[in-house]
């Protein structure tokens, strides 16, 4: 199971911070995606980190994205600077097996509001 | 950067068949996948590689994929198949991409 934590609403300007959680399972064979559903623009993939910490980002948000893994706490997090109103949206952390294309596994999303 | 297109609702009655369908440049010559999204669930793939359905998926729902367009099908449409729906390819220059998305209502 996946769930994600952070606050909800974020002021212009700041920096989001999300942490999934991978519980029933070890998180170090798997590479984890944060991807994110907007009202607009639908899901957009964010970034992953593999099972052997490489990362990778969308080039539209590479300026501003972290994705970093904490293996001891079966966790791995979102930093996103500078945000602004068009990044307020629905954020999913999600799991992906080996060389497969898709996401087999998703938490339920959490809310985050950029507001001042 | 390559470009999934779907139609952003589609509407069906019970009992009948939902088509949602998703355009791309040559999509036919790649693997799609198709996700449930519910509000306040986690999403769910309920087609991979085309037409793959995954286990727990009802055989209700099924895909197909050639030339421009990746289409899905949900036969005997029931209440509880109203949801957002996302196709998504992997591209090597962008990653992973999704379509607009479309919202089936079910009447």
């Known amino acids: 199971q996946l769930q994600e934590s952070g606050p909800g609403l974020v002021k212009p300007s700041d920096t989001l911070s999300l942490t999934c959680t991978v519980s029933g399972g070890s998180i170090s064979p798997y590479d984890w995606s944060w991807i994110r559903q907007t009202p607009g623009k639908g899901l957009e993939w964010i970034g992953y980190?593999?099972?052997?910490?490489?990362?990778n980002y969308n080039f539209s948000l590479k300026s501003r994205v972290t994705i970093s893994v904490e293996m001891s706490k079966n966790q791995f997090s979102l930093k996103l600077s500078s945000v602004t109103v068009a990044d307020t949206a629905v954020y999913y952390c999600?799991?992906?097996?080996?060389?497969?294309?898709?996401?087999?596994?998703w938490g339920q999303g959490t809310l985050v509001t950029v507001s001042s | 950067s390559y470009v999934l297109t779907q139609p952003p609702s589609v509407s069906v009655a019970p009992g009948e068949t939902a088509t949602i369908t998703c355009g791309g440049n040559k999509i036919g010559s790649r693997s799609v996948h198709w996700y449930q999204l519910k509000p306040g669930q986690a999403p769910e793939v309920v087609i991979s590689y085309d037409s793959d359905r995954p286990s727990g998926i009802p055989e209700r729902f099924s895909g197909s994929n050639s030339g421009n367009t990746a289409t899905l099908t949900i036969s005997r449409v029931e209440g509880g198949d109203e949801a957002d729906y996302y196709c998504q390819v992997w591209d090597s220059s962008s990653d992973w991409v999704f379509g607009g998305g479309t919202k089936l209502i079910v009447l």
């Open positions: 999600a799991r992906r097996i080996g060389t497969i294309e898709y996401f087999d596994s």
């Open positions: 980190i593999s099972h052997s910490g490489t990362t």
